[in-house]
């Protein structure tokens, strides 16, 4: 019998050329030249930093496959490092031991991302070698590979669940953000190739709310929710890469976020709704969709910075922590030891009293109101 790992997953002319043409796209000027790279990694604090607090031991990795993509997202939070590190490829040999080693060290849930993950070459077989590991695979994607249905009717089969970028309900609002003409058109059809090979796939969506999207959120859940997404992912925009360089432009204010949020929340029909990297408080009626009450631990591998190197590693994190701080309002809230409180940026930048710490002084400050 053949090992279905071990045969090369077929890539036909037309993909390889797609898969060309943005490995040719790597000294492309669309991401700025100099960009520092990423802090270098913490050396790790235990010798098996896969075992955490109490005993647990990470079951989720989260593992950038590619370092390049076909969209120049505006809030981008990979921007600097893919500007860093686009030089150095992730091979299947470099994969196929990650995959192994986070497999024997527990590990049952991969996340593929990137840059845009399914522009790897090998993406379907390292799917398959994840799955004949005994992990669940996810991919983040914008859809690139999967809008073409023979790649989506391959992929799929070895694909457990895709969180799908999307961000707005139309063209006009998404392809600004994504600064390419068509990224709507090519994502909203790879959502349709993927239901064609799978109607009941678990089909996610990830939108990324700024300045410039910000009311249209109600309108993009209801549009994820009649394109088949079971869970929609709202994520603040992450003052990290492109979006800490254009936070002031793109940061949504933390007023404007308690305005949308719960018009946001009340479009939801059956799908699941997870507000990510925003203050609990805001969130009103939906706080119990807060992702910090829903995050899973996860390993992050990926390249970083070492003295005169490069290295392909793992962070570690056990909270979803992650450019979040708790300023002096969540010192007297009541739930500040699950909520991880507002972007470090926004703190520095702006005033956080919108914030409404939960227990008596939030009710002493709602009467104030
Ligand atoms: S006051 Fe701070 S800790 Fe409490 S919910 Fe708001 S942001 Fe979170």
Not at 147 to 157: I, K, Q, T
Not at 276 to 305: A, I, K, Q
Request: include cysteine; charged fraction near 25%; aromatic fraction near 8%.
């Amino acid at each position: 019998m053949t090992d279905p790992v071990r045969e090369r997953a077929i890539i036909v002319p037309e993909d390889a050329r797609v898969v060309e043409e943005f490995e040719l796209k790597r000294t492309a000027g669309h991401i700025p030249r100099g960009s520092a790279p990423m802090p270098v990694a913490p050396e790790y604090a235990t010798e098996t930093p896969w075992i955490g607090p109490n005993g647990a031991v990470m079951r989720r990795l989260e593992l950038h496959l590619t370092y390049h993509c076909a969209e120049r997202c505006v809030f981008c939070s990979e921007e600097h490092r893919m500007e860093a590190y686009h030089e150095f490829q992730v091979t299947w040999g470099r994969v196929a031991t990650i995959l192994r080693t986070h497999a024997a060290r527990g590990v049952q849930n991969v996340h593929f991302t990137g840059g845009e993950p399914t522009l790897h070459p090998q993406f379907i077989e390292v799917c398959m070698l994840a799955r004949k590991l005994g992990m669940r695979t996810s991919v983040g994607t914008i859809g690139t590979m999967l809008a073409r249905p023979d790649y989506a009717a391959r992929a799929v089969p070895y694909l457990d669940e895709a969180l799908f970028s999307l961000h707005g309900p139309n063209a006009e609002i998404n392809d600004r953000l994504t600064r390419r003409q068509g990224s709507f058109e090519q994502t909203t059809t790879a959502i349709r190739n993927t239901l064609a090979v799978n109607p009941n796939f678990n089909l996610y969506v990830n939108t990324v709310v700024t300045k410039h999207n910000v009311d249209a959120l109600p309108d993009t859940i209801a549009f994820a929710e009649s394109l088949g997404a079971k869970l929609i992912v709202v994520s603040n925009t992450t003052p990290e890469g492109g979006g800490f360089d254009k936070y002031r432009e793109l940061g949504v204010p933390l007023a404007k976020l308690a305005e949308v949020v719960p018009k946001a929340g009340a479009r939801a029909n059956k799908a699941i709704v997870r507000f990510f990297g925003m203050p609990m408080c805001l969130l009103g009626p939906y706080d119990v969709l807060s992702n910090d009450l829903h995050w899973d631990p996860r390993v992050t591998v990926e390249w970083s910075s070492k003295p005169g190197k490069v290295v392909f590693e793992g962070l570690y994190n056990w909270t979803p922590d992650r450019k979040r701080k708790r300023v002096d309002a969540c010192e007297r809230c009541a739930r500040n030891t699950v909520c991880m409180g507002v972007y470090d940026r926004y703190a520095d930048l702006y005033d956080t009293g919108e914030l409404r710490p939960y227990g008596e002084p939030m009710a002493a400050a709602q009467a104030g109101d």
